[in-house]
């Protein structure tokens, strides 16, 4: 494979949306659970927390804030404390200009690139390895598919057993000595 290849791809950048154009329950995703606390205070979180729990069967912070963007006492508190706000606007802005950094999204884009061929061709445990043709790959995987593991007797081996003879006399007469061997000690 020639990682030597750089190819351009077009990337999506998306602007950040001003501070007052942004939805609440945009916001809240970058809030934490201190931040909501400190808002609400805990005697109302630990509510809120019951309310999820009863109709979710568990708890999760997600599902309160998407009752709290629901509430319109809670966008009152948010109006009042604009230093909270403010930094999760920063927040979204950090996280929107990472998304946006072109380098990143080009390299993202051409890795993924790179890499599309050889999940096509190489599936399974086989794909931990890396071949230089197709030819190698097929002849390795055929000898680990068809290798016995330890232990195994002789009517538990597949059906493609007259292959697997062939092609590996050596160490098939190896592994008849060794179960011999063992049936000897038992």
Known sequence: MDYDLVKTFPV?????????ELPVNKLLNYLTRDNIIELIGFPNFSSLNEQVRQQTGKVSLPAVKKMLADNE???????QNHGTMQQAYNKYLAANTKVNDLTRQQQSKQVSWLM????????????????????????????AALRPPPGMKIQHLPKGIREYVSRNL???????????AETKYL
């Open 12 to 20: 999506k950048r998306t602007e950040p949306k001003a501070f007052d």
């Open 73 to 79: 006492q809670f966008q009152a508190i948010l109006d």
């Open 116 to 143: 599309n061929k050889p999940k096509k061709q190489f599936l399974g445990c086989g794909a931990k390895q890396t071949y230089t043709s197709m030819e190698v790959f097929q002849k390795t995987y055929k000898q």
């Open 170 to 180: 050596s160490e098939f007469k190896d592994y008849l000595d060794e179960i011999s």
